[in-house]
């Protein structure tokens, strides 16, 4: 398994850790109704969607997908770790501003925004860069027809 497939599936398990505490903890606001962490639910979707399972299926397509046949093994890697770095940066953008709300940015809508605008351009620079490395098979055709 090459280096980056494996940081992006150790990733991918610390989001789910994470992910699930915050679950635990969104779960216990139900039940004790002392508790406040609802607050806390549009950091659990970012972390369970874009942090477990969108690093862990990066991880594994970038590993597992066919190689190319031409110049590089899998692809230039600085592409995935740039979806790497676009990603994870937002899912941290997304978790500060759950805390950070002020009056200049109407209920930390502009951040919230902001991260959704890295993930979606790391998800796409991944889906360029990976999107080479699908190719449909050959038609065979019958010429003894």
Do not use: C
């Not at 809508?109 to 999107?131: A, D, E, M, N, W």
């Amino acid at each position: 398994m090459p280096t980056l497939s494996k940081i992006f599936v150790a990733a991918s398990f610390f989001y789910l850790l994470v992910g699930a505490f915050l679950g635990v903890l969104l779960s216990l606001s139900k039940v004790f109704p002392e508790f406040r962490f609802l607050f806390l639910v549009p950091v659990h979707i970012d972390f369970m969607i874009f942090g477990w399972f969108f690093n862990f299926v990066a991880g594994v397509s970038w590993w597992i997908l066919p190689r190319l046949k031409e110049g590089t093994y899998r692809g230039n890697p600085i592409f995935t770790a740039i979806t790497f770095i676009l990603v994870n940066l937002g899912l941290i953008i997304s978790f500060l501003s759950t805390f950070f709300k002020s009056d200049f940015l109407k209920s930390f809508s502009s951040l919230r925004f902001f991260s959704y605008l890295l993930f979606s351009s790391g998800i796409f620079i991944f889906v360029f860069q990976i999107f080479r490395r699908i190719k449909p098979p050959p038609i065979i055709s019958n010429p003894k027809k």
